[in-house]
């Protein structure tokens, strides 16, 4: 090491290493400033400014190093080259980012049809001004091209320093970021985001590391592995009871309640309700109490995975991001096959969740995000639109839909860290001490305010009377690092039996006509998707579901989560101890052991249709199956 150090120290750059440093230096500072000043990543303060100027050096670093790697010494030309290709990675992202506000991924480089959308207008989409980007290289062409080309030979010292220096900066630069977005890797929730903290070439080695690893287990796959599926949730029963086809043909509006759980309805603050709309409403509607959100660390796109498709969502990251590709068989493109129009509207950016490319698979015809709206400094928190001004700009947008259609909503204003404007503050805070705790419950009073104010625009815009509207808590508001206030809100202490029953969200089904009533049965987001074709009186066909309807009588008898938890009608399986619901008290394990391995087998059949891409082969005939 001390050799090393002064070798670095007395380091006299000949003139070839000037010109492959030069080089580096020049392509660094131009990847820095097209991220800086050219894609809007929204820096919030200096330490992502810090983290945006160094993210390039690394991969930069790791280039040259593989190209020594292999051929010990380099040419000026070979020098220049690898720059080029850095700096094409760049423009092509440029170009895309001018039509797409977005960058390229793997898949979106083989889907000729999203290239197909900008078409001939790649070229319109450059500018003459863009070879600015290619002057140092041509600069040092230039200067390579006077002076004989000689080599830059590599010696060990000089590539120990250099492996040292790329390895420890993307080490840095991925522990700082962590810092600033906790899970940045393991959730990747938003491209934007991937490149504002990793940088743009370590944000494209990072998506073909995913993408190669989502195409090796895809490659395991046989179409016979359908099949166990198929066997395994086809029980054969019939499912039709006296809400079958009770909404047919209306309009279907979905709302996603964010971090919404059922504990807020009929709770009070000094008196005053957090939820006065929604109590009311539930009267009114089909509210089921007894219900759980179902998601992992994919949130809320793992609630509308569920939701749209009665699969399990992944034990790790989000299928929205990792899963895009494959074939899906969800509630949009089922009720597209059955006349509907079918959107999404949510008030952020559309690359968030991957949502943008994943509706696609999901087959949403429209996905009205942020740029349909007016969100503007005052009508924005936190992660973008507040709820009201978005249902109140949602009115048009759903008038503008042939009926009948299939609209989902996704509110965001009550998102953690639950803050709101003081002009929004409709109720006191609660008194834990615990900040997160304490505001949720304003936040969440805004959010039955939007609802209200919806409701009343549905009814004059005239869409009412034909519309259903179905409303979901998304998933947990309040986490288990809260317990300790949790255990003040709702007055007992949470043992691991009552955490599995604060992840209870409200699912409340409103339709016009339709006599109100609170049912109890024990459902979850896996059943939302076969709910709402029930009651709209449609039969997906072939299909992979692994949730039934909530009026069916002849329903699972449990509900399980993605950690293997599961909640039966009198016991809840947590943590690898059955306890009788409601007492808090270990039960003997006997009880739970019939659900536990259909849950494990359930779950990982699940698994397997995603990460082996199974529903591509669901219309296969049966004898292209077997082998
Ligand atoms: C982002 C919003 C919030 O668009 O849906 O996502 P979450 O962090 O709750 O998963
Ligand atoms: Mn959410």
Redesign the pocket.
């Known amino acids: 090491m001390k050799g090393l150090l002064s070798k670095v120290k007395n380091f006299r750059p000949s003139s070839e290493e000037k010109f492959l440093i030069a080089t580096v230096v020049l392509l660094w500072l131009k990847s820095y400033l097209i991220s800086r000043f050219i894609f809007d990543l929204s820096l919030e303060n200096a330490v992502e400014e810090f983290i945006l100027f160094i993210n390039p050096l690394g991969p930069i670093l790791l280039l040259f190093l593989f190209a020594f790697a292999f051929r010990r010494k380099l040419s000026r030309r070979g020098i220049l080259i690898g720059s080029f290709i850095f700096t094409f990675i760049t423009y092509a992202n440029l170009v895309y980012y001018r039509f797409f506000n977005d960058f390229i991924t793997i898949p979106v480089l083989f889907q000729v049809k999203n290239f197909g959308d900008i078409g001939g207008s790649a070229f319109e989409l450059m500018k003459p001004t863009d070879i600015l980007l290619f002057v140092d290289i041509i600069v040092l062409a230039f200067i390579a091209r006077k002076k004989e080309i000689k080599i830059v030979t590599f010696q060990k010292p000089a590539q120990r320093v250099l492996m040292l220096l790329s390895v420890g900066l993307l080490i840095f630069n991925v522990l700082l970021a962590e810092t600033q977005r906790p899970q940045l890797l393991t959730r990747t ?1 938003d491209r934007e985001m991937l490149v504002k903290y990793l940088g743009v070439y370590n944000y494209h080695m990072y998506d073909l590391f995913m993408h190669s690893k989502a195409s090796a287990q895809r490659a395991f796959a046989e179409g016979s592995d359908i099949i166990e599926v198929e066997n395994y949730v086809n029980d054969g029963v019939e499912k039709k009871n006296e809400m079958s086809g009770i909404a047919k043909g209306k309009n279907v509006i979905l709302i ?1 309640l ?2 919404f759980q059922n504990w807020l309805i009929n709770y009070e603050v000094d008196g005053q309700p957090v939820t006065p709309f929604l109590n009311e409403l539930v009267k009114d509607s089909l509210y089921f109490d007894n219900f759980y959100h179902q998601t992992g660390q ?4 793992d609630a509308e995975f569920l939701n749209d498709n009665s699969l399990y969502p992944l034990p790790s990251g989000a299928v929205f991001t990792q899963n895009a590709q494959n074939k899906f068989y969800a509630l949009p493109e089922i009720l597209k096959n059955n006349g509907y129009t079918t959107a999404s509207l ?1 008030g ?2 559309k690359s ?2 991957n ?1 943008d490319l994943m509706y696609k698979a999901l087959g949403y015809d429209h996905f009205f995000d942020e740029t349909y709206y007016n969100v503007t400094e005052e009508n924005s928190i936190n ?2 639109l507040k709820d009201i001004p978005f249902f109140e700009q949602s009115i048009p947008l759903l008038q503008s839909l042939p009926q009948p259609f299939h609209a989902k909503m ?1 509110t ?1 204003t009550n ?2 860290p639950y803050i709101l404007d003081d002009a929004d503050v409709m109720i006191p805070r609660l008194q834990t001490g615990d900040g997160s705790v304490d505001r949720y419950v304003q936040t969440a009073r805004y959010l039955d305010e939007s609802l209200k104010v919806f409701f009343e625009q549905l009814k004059t815009s005239g869409l009412y009377d034909n519309t259903i509207v179905v409303m979901y808590g ?2 947990y508001g309040i986490s288990e690092n809260h317990n300790k206030a949790m255990a003040q809100v709702i007055g007992k202490e949470i043992t691991p039996d009552v955490h599995v029953e604060l992840q209870k969200v409200p699912f409340i089904v409103h339709i016009p006509g339709v006599e109100g009533k609170t049912l109890h049965t024990i459902g979850g987001q896996i059943d939302v998707k076969p709910t709402i074709l029930d009651l709209l009186g449609i039969d997906p066909g072939k299909d992979i579901e692994f949730g039934d309807s909530l009026f069916s009588k002849t329903r699972k008898d449990f509900i399980a989560f993605r950690d293997g938890s599961f909640v039966t009608k009198n016991f809840i399986y947590t943590k690898g101890t059955c306890y009788t619901k409601g007492t808090g008290l270990p039960a003997d394990q006997l009880f739970c052991e019939p659900q536990k391995e259909m849950v494990e087998y359930e779950l990982a059949l699940s698994d397997k249709v995603i990460q082996r891409d199974l529903l591509r082969f669901l219309n296969e005939p049966i004898e292209n199956l077997k082998k």
Do not use: A, P
């Open positions: 929730f996603s964010e971090s994919g949130k809320t796109s949510h952020n950016n968030f969740w949502r992660y973008g996704i965001l998102h953690f998304d998933h």
